[in-house]
């Protein structure tokens, strides 16, 4: 089974910007959605954004659009995230994912990493 780690979270500023990496390791994300997941405290996890890994495909939050930004290693099976232009509502802890078929429900995701912690401070 895929293990997912997350990294690059951290603190920046408003405005500012951070790239999130998930890797697989144990098996590649070939025929696998992968998706980023927030939650901050007090809040239910919400989608961020998800990309079909076969074909690269990919599907943001309307709250992210256009300042997130999914890549790729495809080689060495790693998601990125690109954060532009972060807001203080982005603090949270954003997690990794995979499942069968991208979809913003969480509950069609079946593998999670541990979660990084993204803050911004205004």
């Known amino acids: 089974q895929v293990q997912l780690v997350e990294s690059g979270g951290g603190l920046a500023q408003a405005g500012g910007s951070l790239r999130l990496s998930c890797a697989a390791s144990?098996?590649?994300?070939?025929?696998?959605?992968v998706g980023w997941f927030r939650q901050a405290p007090g809040k239910e996890r919400e989608f961020v954004a998800v990309?079909?890994?076969?074909?690269?495909?990919?599907s943001y939050a309307d709250s992210v659009k256009g300042r997130f930004t999914l890549s790729r290693d495809y080689l060495e099976n790693i998601l990125f995230l690109q954060m532009n232009s972060l807001k203080a509502e982005d603090t949270a802890v954003y997690y990794c994912?995979?499942?069968?078929?991208?979809?913003?429900?969480?509950?069609?995701?079946?593998?999670w990493g541990q979660g990084t912690q993204v803050t911004v401070s205004s």
């Open positions: 994912a995979t499942g069968i078929v991208a979809d913003k429900r969480s509950s069609a995701y079946d593998t």
């Open positions: 990309m079909s890994w076969s074909g690269g495909s990919t």
């Open positions: 144990g098996r590649t994300f070939r025929g696998a959605a």
